[in-house]
């Protein structure tokens, strides 16, 4: 069974300061899945991957997973308020879908 | 636009009556899937389906049902709700076949007096 950890659950960072949320998992995931949340609303994609050492990017956040360490992260760069969300990972193994806990990021001026 | 579309938005019902939430999407996707989301509790996947016709459990698929009879529907079906299926629910979907992202629908409240 497929298990989602993530750390930190709160973060509250300041503008212009860069963090990294970390995404671990128990066993071996089809796919890593990173999500934001804002407050009411619905689930956006922001990442999918796939495979060992992929890498990807938009704009402020860059998402990159180690499946030797079973262990995905999500770096933000230079933080702005826009970025205040929650961030979910999730794990993809045989159809079932694991999600995270969240990081309930807090930019601040 | 591609879209993932559920209704209804908000629902309050009584304990007992049967109801259907519907979840529709545009982007042919073969892989379908329900979660309910609670404070404290997070997402939960209760039903997935890979294509048409085949549908599995989830983490908490009990008091559920779920049909995937075409491909681009996939109703949630409680048969008698109770309280403690108020939450959170989101339909998502997306292509099993390679790294495309994720759908999700708007999201249906559930109140269950």
């Known amino acids: 069974e497929l298990k989602v950890e993530q750390n930190p659950l709160f973060l509250s960072m300041q503008e212009g300061k860069n963090y990294t949320i970390y995404c671990n998992y128990s066993?071996?995931?089809?796919?890593l899945y990173w999500y934001r949340q804002d407050p009411g609303k619905s689930l956006e994609s922001l990442f999918v991957?796939?495979?060992?050492?992929a890498v990807k990017q938009e704009g402020r956040l860059m998402a990159s997973l180690d499946t030797k360490a079973r262990l995905s992260t999500l770096h933000i760069t230079a933080a702005v308020h826009d970025l205040s969300a929650t961030y979910f990972c999730?794990?993809?193994?045989?159809?079932?879908?694991?999600f995270g806990d969240g990081t309930t990021l807090t930019v601040k001026p | 636009e591609a879209q993932v579309t559920q209704n209804p938005r908000y629902l309050i019902t009584v304990t007992g009556k049967k109801l259907t939430v519907t979840c529709s999407q545009n982007?042919?996707?073969?892989?379908m899937s329900w979660y309910r989301q609670d404070p404290g509790l997070g997402l939960r996947q209760i039903y997935y389906?890979?294509?048409?016709?085949?549908?599995d459990k989830g983490d908490v698929p009990e008091g559920y049902k779920v049909s995937r009879k075409e491909k681009r529907n996939f109703p949630l079906i409680l048969e008698s709700p109770s309280p403690n299926q108020t939450s959170l629910y989101f339909c998502?979907?997306?292509?099993?076949?390679?790294?495309?992202?994720?759908?999700f629908g708007q999201g249906t409240r559930l109140t269950v007096v």
């Open positions: 998502a979907s997306s292509d099993r076949t390679g790294g495309i992202e994720a759908f």
């Open positions: 066993t071996t995931s089809d796919r």
């Open positions: 991957l796939l495979s060992n050492g």
């Open positions: 999730a794990g993809l193994r045989s159809g079932k879908s694991t």
């Open positions: 982007m042919n996707h073969e892989y």
């Open positions: 389906s890979m294509n048409v016709e085949v549908t």
